[in-house]
């Protein structure tokens, strides 16, 4: 990789290093939500910055690359409304990587789990892109996010509990398969241009600034390379 790559992955691994060491010690208490996660295994050591890392020693850096596993991330709680329960969402997280045309793009997919009323879970997707460098008219050459329903084209749902493609219903009766949620448009535009940035964007999105100012801020102190590597100017949220 160029000195340009190893910066930006350097920059993609402190961001991520520091979202998973927000969540350690961090428990679950639904059944439904621990049982959910039990079909996605961990990547590697749970800790998704240190296959970052191997990736960028190793592997074909041209084609994209998957981090075998996924990342449980950080809970987060939503205020409910006119009375309701708040509710908590838990995201799964899946990264895949590549170098192209002289920059390291990224990719993550990140589903929100939470329990119904009723105990099942549902999934909720989205992916996270670096520019797209075709030029085709579908293409988006700039960082961008859009609904997605499942990890990959063809793959498997997100519904509880049978993750299976949404050919049947609930009674094992067979339904039309329709989507209903846009996969290709709208791609809402982000305000990142690097790795690093796009990972950043993925916590804010999530969490809001005041919580992923406190997930940065407590690794920013004790590494004083972190801001240097993150970019102060795109972390002016953090302060001083």
């Given at each position: 990789?160029?000195?340009?790559?190893?910066k930006?992955?350097?920059?993609?691994?402190?961001?991520?290093?520091?979202w998973?060491?927000?969540?350690?010690?961090?428990?679950t208490?639904?059944?439904?939500?621990?049982?959910?996660?039990?079909?996605?295994p961990?990547?590697?050591?749970?800790?998704?910055?240190?296959?970052?890392?191997?990736w960028g020693r190793?592997?074909n850096?041209?084609?994209?690359?998957p981090?075998?596993?996924?990342?449980?991330?950080?809970?987060?709680?939503?205020?409910?409304?006119?009375?309701?329960?708040d509710?908590?969402?838990?995201?799964l997280?899946?990264?895949q990587?590549?170098?192209?045309?002289?920059?390291?793009?990224?990719?993550i997919?990140?589903?929100?789990?939470a329990v119904g009323?009723?105990g099942?879970?549902?999934g909720?997707g989205?992916?996270f892109?670096?520019?797209?460098?075709?030029s085709?008219?579908?293409?988006?050459p700039?960082?961008?996010?859009?609904?997605?329903?499942?990890?990959e084209?063809?793959s498997?749902?997100?519904?509880?509990?049978?993750?299976?493609?949404?050919?049947?219903?609930?009674?094992?009766?067979?339904?039309?398969?329709?989507?209903?949620?846009?996969?290709?448009?709208?791609?809402?535009?982000?305000?990142?241009?690097?790795?690093?940035?796009?990972?950043v964007?993925v916590?804010?999105?999530?969490?809001?600034?005041?919580?992923?100012?406190?997930?940065?801020?407590?690794?920013?102190?004790?590494?004083?390379?972190?801001?240097?590597?993150?970019?102060?100017?795109?972390l002016e949220?953090?302060?001083?």
């Amino acid at each position: 990789m160029s000195k340009t790559e190893v910066k930006e992955l350097a920059k993609l691994q402190a961001v991520v290093g520091a979202w998973y060491q927000a969540g350690l010690g961090d428990t679950t208490k639904s059944d439904a939500a621990a049982e959910f996660r039990t079909l996605f295994p961990a990547i590697g050591n749970g800790d998704p910055s240190s296959d970052l890392k191997a990736w960028g020693r190793h592997g074909n850096k041209k084609a994209w690359f998957p981090l075998e596993g996924y990342f449980s991330a950080h809970p987060v709680t939503t205020p409910g409304r006119d009375g309701a329960d708040d509710q908590t969402m838990w995201p799964l997280v899946s990264f895949q990587l590549r170098e192209h045309s002289g920059a390291l793009q990224l990719m993550i997919r990140v589903v929100l789990c939470a329990v119904g009323p009723d105990g099942r879970v549902d999934g909720w997707g989205w992916r996270f892109d670096s520019a797209d460098h075709d030029s085709g008219d579908n293409s988006h050459p700039y960082a961008h996010v859009q609904h997605i329903t499942n990890w990959e084209p063809g793959s498997q749902g997100f519904r509880w509990p049978r993750l299976a493609p949404l050919t049947e219903d609930e009674d094992a009766h067979p339904v039309e398969i329709r989507k209903t949620t846009p996969e290709t448009k709208p791609a809402v535009p982000l305000a990142c241009n690097d790795a690093g940035g796009l990972a950043v964007a993925v916590m804010l999105s999530i969490y809001g600034a005041t919580r992923t100012a406190q997930m940065l801020k407590n690794v920013a102190q004790a590494d004083p390379q972190f801001y240097l590597l993150c970019g102060r100017d795109k972390l002016e949220f953090l302060g001083d």
